[in-house]
């Protein structure tokens, strides 16, 4: 299982991005999908998870701002990023709980700075 992120940048204070992360290769079932994140000097953490019937969980730092969603038929899923704050900045990492292995993708960096 391959996965390829893409999304990231430099945003201001306020502002939105959203990440995408595709999956791909010889998958049967995929039942997790989700975003992590590590912020330099600090250990990796989760933003978000859903899996594949929808369901969500959230790091209770982003409720309220950020919005996971998945397209199963694509093996993709989203993160919709609003009202960044410059403490989001980290390098965020997709994985995929599938098959029975826990899969991770390259990271793409996220900066939030005016």
């Known amino acids: 299982v391959q996965l390829q992120a893409s999304g990231g940048g430099l945003v201001q204070p306020g502002g939105s991005l959203r990440l995408s992360c595709a999956a791909s290769?010889?998958?049967?079932?995929?039942?997790?999908m989700g975003w992590y994140r590590q912020a330099p000097g600090k250990q990796r953490d989760m933003v978000a998870t859903?899996?594949?019937?929808?369901?969500?969980t959230y790091a209770d730092s982003v409720k309220g701002r950020f919005t996971i969603s998945r397209d199963n038929a694509k093996n993709t899923v989203y993160l919709q990023m609003n009202s960044l704050k410059p403490e989001d900045t980290a390098v965020y990492s997709c994985?995929?709980?599938?098959?029975?292995?826990?899969?991770w993708g390259k990271g793409t960096q996220v900066t939030v700075s005016s």
């Open positions: 994985m995929t709980r599938a098959d029975g292995g826990v899969y």
């Open positions: 290769g010889s998958i049967f079932k995929i039942n997790v």
């Open positions: 859903i899996t594949s019937g929808g369901s969500t």
